[in-house]
């Protein structure tokens, strides 16, 4: 038999961006070529995916550490890094997605809906493509990003139209084998059934499903029995049903008492889902009562005498059945099916076609224009903390072994305006300005300091290299200077763009 996990932690590591490439042109005669660094590509992301192939947790269970290719890195000659591949992991319809603070971040209800649960981190610009008017031979490149690593946590909540309950014994994985097609394991000992059954019940062309949840005892919301974990599997039923065994000979048990030890139980069950699925608490959700095993005389005695009183004291339907000898079944699935279909009319199904849902932008990107926002560090008096996705990305993105690299982060900061929300927020010369992992200090530009920071030929040794000339450039320069060439043809058809590349 398969085994059955319906809860798992995984560690996601997205794929890292690739870096850009600072590479310079280089070509005989033509020293002082473009820069022509490709791009770095985007790290794959790694994707849960609601998929009808599969029905436990048990792989990922297995494997709980999953890792999402990287882009590759760029190259010379405009070359840019291929994109990492996506990763997409298949989970059952009804796995609901957590951060580890236990948040729901999804909840994956019908097949074919997508949750990017770890992202790929951006691939770095090459100098190519960093290169401006006023920056034309950058000496330098951005990093990739590192892909998201963070754990989420899965959860199994079947989708099941009505749930059972019952003590162990009572006949609920025999109700659900006359029921439909499924065949649970049937015992005369208490918890046969150790992981939930799902059957489909056909009523004249109207189908609903049916989980049979491993039995309750008393004492189950301490972990009593097999405890109250598998409740999440009839969390999102539109019924539960009681099923009670009125042929028992336990001294101490009645249907009533069994019913009422139930719904402490249930009362007990905290649901990490009730606000996000609409349903409410379990214990708000209507009920009805299976009076099972009348088959037995002494039973069927019972049940009829305590009919009345059961429906007068919770206010629920009770049906006399047995499961056995497929007694009583039919006005059974007439009633399951009515309040099924009361209850898909209250509550229209999510639809399939959202089938990704895009993941919930940081607060401050969507309540801010900006797209940052500047708050006092609460650690230190006078030091300030940026947070925003994009200012945080360049930083990830900065090598900050380079001098021009750290400029044009500079530059990018000033122009978005965190340098002017800095100012407004109080801050001065010399103050520590945290922003990711990057605490600094503050060196304040003008809008002109800025300019100077930005030099049009860069600190890349290669570019410091080319200036360096060879014999044959040498004789190239000394024809130029005496007129007898243009300095930029080079005489292959291409003229050289001075705006672009001469500083
Ligand atoms: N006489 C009689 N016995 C029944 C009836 N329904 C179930 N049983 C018997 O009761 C015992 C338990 O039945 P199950 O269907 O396994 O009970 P369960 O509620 O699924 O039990 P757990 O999975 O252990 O919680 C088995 O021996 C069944 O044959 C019935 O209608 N009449
Ligand atoms: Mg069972």
């Not at 600094?440 to 290669?462: C, H, K, N, Q, V």
């Not at 007129?483 to 058809?493: H, T």
């Amino acid at each position: 038999m398969n085994r059955f996990v319906d809860r798992v932690v995984l560690h996601l590591m997205a794929g890292d961006g690739g870096n850009g490439c600072a590479s310079i042109h280089r070509e005989k005669f033509k020293p002082l070529g473009g820069p022509d660094g490709g791009n770095g590509g985007h790290g794959g992301d790694i994707i849960l995916e609601a998929s009808p192939q599969v029905h436990t947790l048990l792989d990922l269970h297995y494997r709980p550490h999953i890792k999402a290719q990287r882009g590759a890195n760029g190259a010379g000659d405009h070359r840019n890094g291929a994109r990492g591949e996506d990763l997409v992991l298949e989970v059952p319809a009804g796995t609901v997605v957590m951060n580890d603070k236990g948040e729901v971040m999804a909840d994956l209800t019908a097949h074919g809906m997508r949750y990017i649960a770890a992202e790929g981190g951006h691939g770095g610009l090459g100098n190519a493509s960093l290169a401006s008017r006023a920056r034309k031979a950058p000496g330098f490149a951005l990093k990739g990003e590192p892909g998201e690593q963070h754990d989420v946590i899965l959860e199994l909540k079947s989708m099941a139209d009505v749930g059972l309950l019952g003590f162990p014994s009572a006949g609920k994985s025999s109700l659900i084998s006359v029921l439909s097609a499924a065949k649970p394991k049937i015992g005369d000992y208490p918890f046969t059934t150790l992981q939930p059954n799902l059957g489909v019940v056909e009523v004249g062309h109207e189908t609903f499903t049916i989980a049979d949840v491993p039995g309750l005892i008393p004492g189950a919301s301490e972990g009593k029995g097999l405890g109250l974990d598998f409740l999440r599997h009839i969390e999102r039923t539109a019924v539960l049903a009681h099923i009670v065994d009125t042929a028992t000979m336990d001294p101490g048990r009645d249907p009533i008492s069994d019913i009422e030890a139930l719904e402490n139980e249930l009362a007990l069950y905290e649901s990490a889902l009730s606000h996000d699925v609409g349903l409410g608490d379990l214990k708000d959700r209507p009920r009805i009562v299976v009076l099972n095993k009348t088959d037995v005389p002494e039973a069927l005695e019972l049940a009829e005498f305590l009919k009345e009183d059961i429906e007068e004291k919770f206010g629920w339907p009770v049906f006399i059945i047995s499961a056995a000898a497929h007694q009583g079944l039919e006005p059974l699935k007439y009633k399951l099916l009515e309040i099924v279909q009361q209850h898909r009319k209250a509550n229209p199904k999510a639809k399939a076609e959202v089938r990704t849902i895009i993941r919930p932008q940081a607060v401050d990107a969507v309540s801010n224009k900006q797209g940052f926002v500047v708050e006092k560090d609460p650690e230190f008096e006078g030091a300030f903390i940026v947070r925003g996705t994009k200012p945080e990305r360049w930083i990830r993105q900065t090598d900050f072994e380079n001098d021009e690299a750290i400029g044009y982060l500079a530059d990018r900061l000033a122009r978005a305006g965190v340098e002017e929300a800095l100012f407004k927020a109080g801050a001065v010369e010399g103050a520590q300005v945290t922003i990711g992992d990057v605490t600094f200090e503050w060196e304040p530009m003008t809008a002109a300091g800025a300019d100077s920071l930005m030099t049009g030929r860069g600190t890349d040794i290669r570019l410091e290299r080319t200036t360096r000339a060879s014999a044959a450039e040498r004789k190239r320069a000394s024809q130029a200077r005496r007129g007898l060439i243009d300095e930029f043809d080079y005489g292959d058809g291409e003229v050289a763009d001075r705006d672009r590349w001469q500083g």
